[in-house]
């Protein structure tokens, strides 16, 4: 039990801590019994599950009125980078963006918060902060801002900071991108010493929108874009996502296709050039719907497990598939994917994590048999058998993560 305090504690972060060992982070009202939340708490377990910070969690954080939304971001020295959006009393969404330096021992490493953003008319007519983005790259930290302005049109900003606290790059940030209506968006490093970066996003925040692709500098210059990554095709049903190399970025997004929701797949080269031949790879192309998809690489390959409704599955329900690439858009495993768990799951979120022998874990909670996690080794296989493991009897937000810790 992690926190058995009144109240109510709930968005719920975690990192591995590198020795087999686990942070954990959440908003708790504890102080404040309801809504809404005013701190941010955590806990360090080590490699045995044992407790290193004092009884139902640290403060780490904390906020006069209310904090919205944060997330953490763990550095290779163990320290960690702890950002936040806040409400302040006359407002009724996110007013400024608030980042802290954490050691390893859960201490603050600034002496004060940085503030890298804020909600003003003046000078850049933000109305709210919506949510925000975390990137490393080398000793600096690059920020990305979802912004809603006066007026209600939208985009993103960014700026930088560095590990000693100082701001880089503007208050506020530049804008990066179309100022005017994006829905859900990515960044993604270029791995390639120029501390260059990608942006893309979707145009609009239904059914049919495009997906965009930027490269801006350091400076938040814009290098190339936008590239219509789905041109030609019937754009997105809702979810995208990309994943980054030295090479180029891949992306991943739902389509309609032969009246079904498929999984499709195209690249970038560094240019802002279409790999591939400019030809689309069908992740998946079977009937029925794929959805909630979660994607990552390791070296030259790829890996996407999704939710699964195609024919054969129950009315209502979801299996679990996966598929491996690499990135010359090579599909490894069978055509559609492969079969990871059928436990007539309503609406999975299935996140997967790789191991150093490319085989991957993939956890998904199911509601009839709890938390579950299946591994599947690089040839495609099922080395735990079809039964799968089950982790807990108990029903989970489909909002959970999933780390490699050993």
Known sequence: LVCDQAGHQNNVRSLPDGAGGAFVFWLDTRDNPGYPAKKIYGQHYNDAGYEMWEENGRVLMSHYNSIIDFNILLNTDGSMILGMITQGASSGAGDTLRFQMLTEAGESGWDQELVVGNAAYEPNAILYLTNFMLMPVDDEYYVFLGITYFGGSNGNRFTRFDNQGNLLGAYDGVPVGY??????????????????????????????????????????????????????????????????????????????????????????????????????????????????????????????????????????????????????????????????????????????????????????????AGFMAQMVDAAGTLPWGPEARQISTTAFNPFYQLHKVF
């Open 179 to 368: 100022q005017g209506y994006v829905g859900a968006t990515g960044c993604a490093p270029t791995y390639d010493g120029s501390g260059d970066f990608y942006l893309y996003y979707a145009t609009g925040n239904g059914s049919g929108a495009a997906l965009h692709a930027f490269r801006f500098n350091s400076s938040g210059n814009q290098l190339w874009g936008p590239v219509n990554v789905t041109e030609g095709t019937s754009g997105l049903s809702y979810q995208l996502g990309g994943v980054s190399d030295e090479n180029g970025i891949t992306f991943v997004w739902e389509g309609s296709s032969n009246g079904s929701i498929n999984l499709h797949s195209r690249r970038l080269t560094p240019t802002g050039a279409f790999d591939w031949n400019g030809n689309t790879v069908m992740i998946c192309g079977a009937d029925g719907s794929q959805s909630n998809f979660n994607m990552k690489r390791k070296d030259n390959y790829i890996y996407v497990v999704w939710a699964d409704g195609r024919t054969g599955t129950d009315p209502g329900y979801y299996d679990i598939f996966a598929q491996r690439m690499d990135t010359t858009g090579y599909l490894i495993w069978q055509p559609d994917g492969i079969q990871v768990a059928s436990f007539n799951t309503y609406i999975p979120y299935p996140m997967l994590e790789i191991l150093d022998d490319y085989s991957i874990v993939v956890n998904h909670q199911s509601t009839v």
